[in-house]
């Protein structure tokens, strides 16, 4: 699998990479072992980093994955999200998931460089 995660309990974060090719099996295939890793709290601030990711989702597999997110609302609790995605075609389609993700959960945006979405994430809460 080329999507990979860190949770820093300490911090109150998540960490998700994509590297490479990534499949929609292997991004919904994440975030379950994800939500059911021991470690996992609601409400951790997460990063999500998909600057050395080749594929990108089409509009129909963002739709999936914000549906994702709304039928597991409880577990995931209300937190920002960061998208880091430096190629222009990653960083519109990740804005486009910032439209279609479920306001009343994630405060999400999106970043050209890690250093700035770090930087928010740690701000005070949204």
């Not at 490479?20 to 919904?28: D, I, N, P, V």
């Not at 980093?49 to 914000?66: H, Q």
């Not at 959960?105 to 809460?125: C, G, I, N, P, Y």
């Amino acid at each position: 699998m080329s999507i990979t995660y860190q949770i820093d309990s300490d911090a109150g974060m998540l960490f998700i990479v994509a590297d490479g090719k990534t499949t929609q099996s292997e991004r919904l295939e994440a975030m379950r072992k994800t939500l059911n890793d021991p470690a996992y709290r609601r409400g951790l601030h997460t990063l999500c980093d998909f600057t050395a990711a080749i594929t990108i989702p089409t509009l129909s597999e963002l739709e999936e994955i914000a549906g994702e997110i709304r039928r597991h609302a409880a577990a995931i609790g209300r937190k920002k999200l960061a998208i880091v995605a430096s190629r222009p075609e990653t960083f519109g389609v990740a804005r486009q998931f910032g439209a279609l993700a479920p306001g009343a959960l994630l405060t999400v945006q999106v970043f050209k460089d890690r250093h700035a979405a770090l930087a928010w994430l740690t701000e005070s809460s949204a």
